[in-house]
């Protein structure tokens, strides 16, 4: 089992930025791809950013050049920087990884994003 718990959410106006954290503890070992999902209100959740052990990643077609996914295997720890952002960013952000064939999800971290 891998416990995943995110930080760094909060308000921010129109055309500023964020970094959100994820770290992972428990049954780290065999730690396979992580990344970011979010849940905006009254939608369904989407992928945002996907990032592989070797660094890989994958974003979201409306945050590229926008936001980017870094990762830290020593600390475990996934980072989502988020710059230029938008109203239609306003969104529950879930931290997601795989580990041993099986998908784990933190509690979510609330990002707002206002005029």
């Known amino acids: 089992q891998v416990q995943l718990v995110e930080s760094g959410g909060g308000s921010v106006q129109v055309g500023g930025s964020l970094r959100i954290s994820c770290v992972a503890s428990?049954?780290?070992?065999?730690?396979?791809?992580m990344g970011w999902y979010r849940q905006g209100p009254g939608k369904e959740r989407e992928m945002v950013a996907l990032?592989?052990?070797?660094?890989?990643?994958n974003l979201r077609n409306s945050v590229r050049g926008r936001f980017s996914i870094s990762r830290d295997n020593a600390k475990n720890t996934i980072y989502l920087q988020m710059n230029s952002m938008r109203h239609e960013d306003t969104a529950m952000y879930y931290c997601?990884?795989?580990?041993?064939?099986?998908?784990?999800w933190g509690q979510g971290t609330q990002v707002t994003v206002s005029s």
């Open positions: 990032v592989s052990p070797d660094g890989g990643y």
């Open positions: 997601w990884a795989v580990q041993r064939g099986r998908e784990n």
């Open positions: 428990g049954s780290v070992e065999e730690l396979r791809d």
